[in-house]
């Protein structure tokens, strides 16, 4: 098993562990929720306009609960950052909560 440092959300690791196992490379997760850096499940990667669509089929053939993919162009002191893709799940069952920042991996 992968070590991330920061160390996962518990209630987002399966999430990035079965789109890491896809050959998606996240950089940035959160379990979502009160406390977090998110509302809800949210992973974030890189990867050109085929990427985000793979990382859909993948999470979606894991039976994992998609909410949303998005392409996104954060503004940072008012220049846009980016792109990058963010996927964003339902609650994911069995998941613990434990707030913090987001999670590198």
């Known amino acids: 098993m992968i070590e991330y440092d920061p160390p996962l959300d518990p209630g987002i690791r399966r999430v990035v562990e079965t789109l890491n196992a896809g050959g998606i490379a996240t950089f940035e997760s959160c379990e979502g929720g009160e406390g977090h850096a998110y509302a809800e499940p949210t992973v974030r990667f890189h990867g050109d306009r085929g990427e985000g669509f ?11 609960p998609v909410s949303e993919l998005r392409r ?10 980016g792109p990058w893709w963010e996927l ?12 913090h920042t987001p999670t590198v991996g």
């Open 72 to 81: 996104v162009w954060p503004v940072n002191d008012g220049e846009p950052t």
């Open 54 to 64: 793979k990382a859909l089929a993948t999470a979606m053939q894991a039976g994992l």
């Open 88 to 99: 964003t799940f339902a609650p994911i069952p069995d998941s613990e909560s434990s707030p």
